[in-house]
């Protein structure tokens, strides 16, 4: 069963340059209304979103590898959701679960306590945003431990709120100047980057020491929860390292933490598992989701066991929005474009797809350290390999080269040199096929570039070196 009306050409085309005339007079005018402090990678103006296609106002149709960053996964006009959302909108809009209830709140949270990792009794909180999950698992964490302190990780992403900046690793811009932030968070040391060069168990066990010596020099029993991403997402699609997951549950476990998993952008379906911790044999204490969570309406939350959900005083939890009743009809479409496995399926056939067409560049180029992810949650590394210099400027010309021919791709990573790909799970092969033969294209171009110095274009971004990358070993 196809979820989609293809009414929008799922194929790619151009009919101005990209940015076309009519998306910058547009900008012009948000630039004269909208603060400066709103970044964008792509600065065209959408008409029309469907399948994997962006549809913008000068005509243009550009392949969606991004899916507004891992939310539209089931398709930016997924059947399931408009009809459920229109229903609802039909009814009402806005209740406060907190003034009076709705069932639709009931439902989402009997779905995610019945799918989410962990065999045990759970109950779940609603919120709006990401950052609010986040927040919110760390209130309920300090109540149910009566403890203080949060343990996250390298490379980690959690939020732009207070408490999540802190949380959050990379300085340049979600931090910048923000200070001064909540205290009590501590960083330790991961087991991901790039271990698939060295030997895993070596990488994993020396990352656990180093926690748990993180933990005990600081006093284990200080610690209310211990927070991370089961693959993370703003820091690099960095992939945990074979055990390391499994190895901080068990360090949670020993010193009665909360293990919090944080799934906002992992979770519901991208990786070809409905949560990524299936892969590692984790559930956490914990498990938040968002992003995915109701197909682009704001929508997030808090899943745990019993126990510490209902830790917390009546009255404790909440937020105006919370739950919103219309996001929660959303979620529930959502649910349904899950139903009958289509969309897993598809995760996995587009990590075959994607694995078969750049995995070759990393033997087949200079430039291409690492290809890595799960699912529709791909990603690819520049690093030199010879010198082990990290190359955010190659990483900012290849997505540059890809936007200009109708391709939109993302840059994350905390030295900003990788790509990465998160398109709905809906864009169809031959779309896909087209969008990487793009992407493969500009980064040979590149590559060739680098080999022979006289092709080089004109761009020029700051590259950075950084001691991460001691830990790759040329291959
Ligand atoms: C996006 C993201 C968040 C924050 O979500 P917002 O809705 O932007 O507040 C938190 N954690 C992870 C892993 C994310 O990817």
Redesign the pocket.
Known sequence: MTLIQNTLPQTRHLATTIPGPASTALHREREAHVTSGFGVTLPVFINRAEGGILEDVDGNRIIDLAAG??VTSVGATNTHVQAQVALQMSKFTHTCFMVTEYDSFTKVAAWLNTHTPGDFDKRTALF???????ENAVKIARVATGRERVLVFDD??????LL?MAMTAKVNPYKKDFGPFPPEVFRAPTATRLWAHRDGETTTATALAGVERLLVENGPETFAAMVI?PI???GGFLMPAPGFLAGLRELATKYGIVFVV?????GLGRTGKLFASEYEGIAGDIT?T??ALAGGL?L?AVTGRTEIMNAVHKGGLGGTYAGNPVACAAALGVFEAFEDGTLLENARAIEATVRETLEPLVDGTSVIAEFRGRGAMLALEFTDKLTLETRADLAAEVAAKCHSQGVLVLVCGTYGNVIRLLPPLVIGQELLRDGLAVLRDAIIAVDAAQKDPAQKTELKLPAGNHSGATSLTAV
């Open positions: 960053i891992a709006s945003t990401g950052a609010e999950a986040v980690a992403y959690h939020g732009r709120s999540t991403e993370q997402g703003e944080d799934e906002i952008q992992a938040l968002a992003k704001p997030s």
